[in-house]
């Protein structure tokens, strides 16, 4: 399942991150890449060591935390620290599948899904769409800024050449609970469910304590903590 979270950051909060981030070491991209991903990436990254990185990282995975609607379709187990990328003068990232394992000191991450959040507004830069190829077809994702788009780590995907302007986001990787994407789906759209028949009914209703009970027991099945 493909997914856009709207407005992880409010527009004043993007403009700040975006001065932090702006002001730090930009390099070439390659640094965190597989083989086969560096063939086909040509776009800069902020060091995941700089302080402006660990920084905005540590804001980025506070808001994300705190985001009812990521918590539900992620089931985050552990969010591998963002990362953050520039595209300009042509730059792009050619198809290619995230590495299954991210390892950085000793942590390590199976990573189940990915996720893009926007940092630059769409007007400001031609190009630069995310192209994730999904059962049905290629969707074509190019976000507001503070907008985050997920989606299965196994997906091929792409970003087109950014031919004016610069797109800067901020992207990365997280273990869920829930390993398979079939089954993290039928629990997000419950929980969606739930909460519509929770706001008709009230908490108390006996139907939405026994979903309730469902959609718990099914986590208790399903997840590896
Ligand atoms: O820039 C993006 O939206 C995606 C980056 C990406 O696919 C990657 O770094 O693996
Ligand atoms: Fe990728």
């Not at 905005?56 to 379709?73: E, G, K, R, Y």
């Not at 004016?164 to 992207?171: D, I, P, T």
């Not at 419950?190 to 008709?200: E, S, T």
């Not at 139907?207 to 099914?218: C, F, K, P, Q, R």
Request: aromatic share 8%; net charge negative; proline share 6%.
């Amino acid at each position: 399942m493909l997914l856009h979270i709207p407005e992880v950051f409010t527009k004043a909060e993007v403009k700040a991150l975006r001065q932090t981030l702006d002001a730090g070491p930009w390099a070439d991209g390659n640094m965190t890449s597989g083989h086969q991903s560096a063939s086909a990436k040509k776009n800069q990254q902020l060091p995941e060591d700089s302080p402006q990185a660990r920084e905005v990282s540590a804001l980025v995975v506070q808001a994300l935390n705190a985001n009812p609607m990521f918590v539900s379709a992620a089931l985050p187990h552990t969010i591998f620290p963002p990362l953050f990328n520039r595209y300009e003068g042509g730059g792009e990232f050619g198809t290619h599948v995230d590495n299954a394992i991210r390892q950085r000191g000793e942590h390590r991450i199976r990573s189940d899904l990915s996720a893009t959040l926007f940092l630059s507004e769409p007007e400001d830069y031609d190009g630069g769409e995310l192209i994730i190829e999904e059962m049905y077809g290629a969707q074509s994702i190019k976000l507001p800024a503070g907008d985050l788009v997920l989606y299965p780590s196994k997906s091929l995907h792409r970003v087109t050449p950014v031919t004016r302007g610069a797109r800067v986001s901020s992207f990365m990787w997280l273990q869920s609970l829930i390993r398979d994407d079939a089954d993290r789906e039928s629990l997000f759209r419950l929980d969606v469910a739930i909460q519509r028949v929770n706001l008709d009914k009230g908490p108390k209703d006996a139907a939405v304590i026994e979903l309730t009970g469902v959609y718990h027991n099914l986590l208790r099945r399903w997840s590896e903590v």
